[in-house]
């Protein structure tokens, strides 16, 4: 792999940009691999770049339904926090964003990671106060989180309306200075690169339709769309589809599909400084380097393959924006989207070992696991190398259903991630 | 959006009236205190999260305020039947399911304009 530098481009630039190489092959897959990966989005690709980078494991392929970056990876809104409220959520969220900081150095592509702050809005006493809790367990943690007054909002993102009279007022916000966006799709394709860099095989339009298990149950590989391959260890972290894939080995996980939506609208010239998100009118908002409002909507009640998603959950949403920003009143839509997420019962994700040897799962990201790549990609490739998770990522197994030991973020996080 | 059929008011209307409730025909255990810890995590938390026919509840929340159930395609969201609540899991009418099976050819997925997923 050529390296990218400012040499590199003046060199190009000399000879009509006709020496660029593909960024990754698309090799025909062989007839077994060490690992298995199922589902390339950023987890998955990440985790195969670490078994290959961090644990020798280099025999991996990862394979994928349709192309790879092209599921929730390629469809979410791009907020990056680590200001959940327990510790198992802090560790991995963490963990992430600390990645997060020196990832384009790391992958040698611009993943246009962007600290620029990231402010929740409390519109009454209930989230001031849930909000003021988040802020002192993340500052007993080594995480920073701040409390803003209204006043404080508006000078940190002057678009915000905080007339007492504004259809939503607000009486404060937390700010995480750290959080901010990073260029979704340069994620995958920088992962992909490179961990294709070293020997690892991105398979795309390759269905897995199957796992197959021997004797002792342990798994022997899967069933694709292009033939039987073998593998003795398979990480499964297919988002939406983990519970179809996971039943695929009689595994039962406790996930719900549901639709997510999101939208942007025409390009503006600079305008908006920071994320804001509304858990409690459901909005969120940021803009991207082309200039275009990023908004992001809330979920579906139901449960859905369907990878759209109701009108009234976009109208609403840009009610919201509209109410808390009036400036943007006149701004034109351009496109709007929905991605299949994966949600369990507390809205925190599952990492870890399943009742099935060799089997391991990453899944239940939900809305929320854009800002998990790196940390979550980093610690799947340690539970896949070793057979044992991370103490960053234990408090995520698939046991906790079980025992009743739940990391419950849908009570303290509301809806919002 | 979706528009719901109430088997109770007998009329379609639409899905801002109704709440999800989850998987139907899913009952509580009888002696709860005495079942294991897997046997409570598969009635508590388990659910099929099916990718095609799903048996669901729904509730008539700003309408006649009344649970009932509905047989739906998780892919093309097509509503297949509603049906009043404490039947049994209903067949679905033949005609219903060759309906389904051509509209989910014809629906604008990602399944669909990236060949037969399923
Ligand atoms: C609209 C929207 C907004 C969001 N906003 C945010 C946000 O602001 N911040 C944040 O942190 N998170 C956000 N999220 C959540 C985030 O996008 C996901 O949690 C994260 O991207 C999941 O990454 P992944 O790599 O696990 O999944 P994906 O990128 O979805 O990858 C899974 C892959 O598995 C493949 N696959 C599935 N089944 C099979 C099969 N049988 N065989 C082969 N391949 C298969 C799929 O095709 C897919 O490419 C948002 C999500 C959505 C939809
Ligand atoms: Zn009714």
Redesign the pocket.
């Known amino acids: 792999m050529r390296k990218y530098s400012v040499f590199a481009i003046a060199r190009e630039a000399m000879r009509a940009h006709k020496g660029w190489d593909a960024q990754w092959i698309s090799p025909e897959p062989r007839s077994a691999y060490d690992v298995i990966i ?9 985790a195969a770049y670490y078994l290959a980078k961090q644990h020798g494991i280099t025999n991996v392929a990862v ?18 926090r680590s200001n959940y409220l327990y510790d198992e959520s802090m560790d991995i969220y963490e963990h992430s964003l600390k990645l997060w900081e020196g990832l384009s150095q790391e992958l040698n592509y611009n993943v246009m990671y962007s600290p620029r702050g990231v402010m929740m809005l409390s519109h009454n006493t209930h989230d001031q106060q849930s909000f003021k809790r988040h802020i002192h367990a993340n500052r007993l943690y080594g995480i920073d989180n701040e409390w803003l007054t209204p006043e404080q909002a508006k000078a940190f993102c002057p678009p915000l309306d905080i007339a007492k009279t504004a259809r939503y007022p607000i009486n404060g916000a937390a700010l995480q200075r750290r959080g901010g966006t990073a260029r ?1 799709d340069a994620v ?1 394709w920088g992962y992909a690169r490179a961990a294709s860099d070293r020997g690892v095989h991105i398979i795309q339009n ?4 199957g796992i197959r298990r021997g004797p002792n149950g342990e798994v022997q590989g899967v069933e ?1 769309s292009k033939g039987f391959i073998g593998a003795r260890k398979i990480g499964v ?6 519970s ?2 996971m039943e695929m080995a009689g595994v039962r996980v406790p996930l719900a599909s549901n ?4 939208l942007v609208s025409e390009p503006l010239k600079p305008i908006f400084p920071c994320v804001v998100m509304s858990n409690t009118v459901h909005a ?1 908002i940021s803009q991207s380097d082309k200039g275009e409002l990023v908004i ?2 809330g979920t579906d009640q139901y449960n859905s393959y369907s990878q759209t998603g109701g009108l009234q959950i976009i109208t609403h949403t840009l009610d919201a924006i509209c109410e808390l920003f009036p400036i943007f009143r006149r701004v034109k839509m351009m496109r709007q ?6 949600n369990t019962p507390d809205r925190s994700p599952i990492q870890g070992v399943t009742p099935v040897p060799g089997l391991f799962v ?2 239940g ?9 790196p940390g ?1 990609a980093n610690l799947f490739a340690h539970l896949i190398a070793t057979g044992a998770p991370h103490r960053l990522a234990a408090g995520l197994n698939l046991d906790r259903f079980r025992t009743g030991r739940l990391i419950d973020e849908a009570a303290a996080a509301a809806v919002a ?1 | 959006m979706l528009l719901i059929h109430c088997p109770y008011c007998e009329e379609d209307r639409s899905e801002l009236e109704f709440r999800w409730a989850g998987e139907a025909h899913i009952a509580r255990p009888d002696a709860i205190s005495e079942i294991s810890d897997e046997e409570f995590a598969e009635y508590f938390f388990l659910r099929n999260n099916e990718k095609g026919l799903t048996y669901e509840r729904w509730r008539h929340m700003h309408g006649c305020g009344r649970f009932f159930n509905a047989a739906r395609d998780t892919v093309s969201d097509r509503f297949l039947m509603t049906y009043k609540a404490g039947l049994p899991k209903q067949p679905i009418p033949v005609a219903e399911e060759r309906a389904a099976a051509a509209e989910e050819k014809t629906v604008e997925t990602w399944e669909a304009t990236e060949g037969d ?1 399923r």
Do not use: M
């Open positions: 199922i589902g390339a989005g950023g987890h998955g690709l990440g394979i994928e339904r349709g192309w790879l970056g092209g599921g929730n990876t390629g469809r979410n809104t791009t907020i990056i979704h995958a390759c269905e897995v339709t694709t972290s297919a988002a939406g589809h983990s179809v894939v639709p997510l939506q999101a969120y992001g909507a989207w929905g991605g299949i997420t994966d990453n899944c990201w939900g809305t929320g696991g854009f800002k998990a790549t979550s991630h | 997923a």
